[in-house]
């Protein structure tokens, strides 16, 4: 049977979830490394009325067909802010999975292809979403190993499939596994001390948020915007987009998780650290639902003590501070807090490879480099 391919339109409540739930429920049904997001964030993240980042970006999915099943998604996007501040014209691929047929890959690539050019793009490049803190990157190397809430896994055949189509790599993220210690290295202590001594520096602590208050959540995330500025196909988060991961991010918190390094003369945010308790066996149990016990898996590893993985969620120091030993006082709050709640080990996001700073933050530990992400881009035709 040939493929045939339906444009689905985010009002049509039915083909929407659809596109959420193909992977789940078919393609990736029995494999265990799969995590699934949650159906309500995921559908939530595709719609225009909810997710800010329709305020600068375009975005149409296609579902792919043979004999009345599904066989196939994608998502062309444009995020015109970041063509803007790279001067571009690039279009992305995203929130893609299909089967292992190349009949399958080859309409869905062309279909997204043809819409992109269609709007004036000259370049593919993915996978990607929305902006940065959506699924980025194609897993190529830890297909046996468990992804977390803040990736995608992959089956080696995509690789194959893409580059088939040929997309050249882009760039690399690297994921780290690491060993929680006992407590912090000397010599973390040691250089923790000395930088806020000849820095004027100290950690902030919340309690809830409450405590930590509104300006303190948007100046974390003000920093963030400066801190990764510089990054590949970046661009700074708006308002609307902070409150918006604001809502979604604060619900997973520990506070006991959550470093925040100020000045203290002027309380100026100059680094942070976030991680939240791993969630993925969680997800994996609740196929993505909330309803009617999945909520009771996740709740027991957010705030239980069983829970034994950490997910490094976002690490960033203000560009001047960088490479002065902000980290380490990030470090000498971290493992004796992780630690102590019973966490043994942290797996970080994906961090670009070309980011020597955030990759050699794990020099002197027992970091295991066990998942690489690619983005892929070529020329469309």
Known sequence: MAITIKEVNPDNKALMKDFVRFPVDTLYKDCPYYVPSLTIDALGTLNPKKNPAFDFCEMQIFLAYRDNKIVGRIAAIINHNVNRTWGQKNGRFGFVDFIDDAEVADTLFATAEKWLKEKGMDRIMGPLGFCDLDHEGLLIHGYDRVSTMSTTYSYPYY??????????????WKEF????????????????????????????????YKEMGSTNAHNLFELLNKAYKPLFGFSPL????????????????RWDLVSMVIKEDTNEAVGFGISVPNLSKALIKSRGKLLPFGWTSLLKDMKGKSNKIADLMLIGIAPEYQGKGVNAMIFNDFIPSAYRNGFRFVETNPELEQNNKMVSLWDGFEAEHHKTRRAYSKKIQ
């Open 177 to 208: 596994y690491i060993p929680v210690p006992e407590d912090t290295p000397e010599r973390h202590k040691r250089i923790s001390k000395m930088v806020a001594e000849r820095y004027g520096l100290k950690m902030l602590k919340f309690k809830n």
């Open 238 to 253: 708006t308002t609307r987009q902070i409150d918006y991961y604001i809502d979604m991010y604060v619900p997973l918190l």
């Open 159 to 172: 690789k194959e499939h893409i580059e088939r189509l040929g997309f050249e790599k882009e760039v690399d």
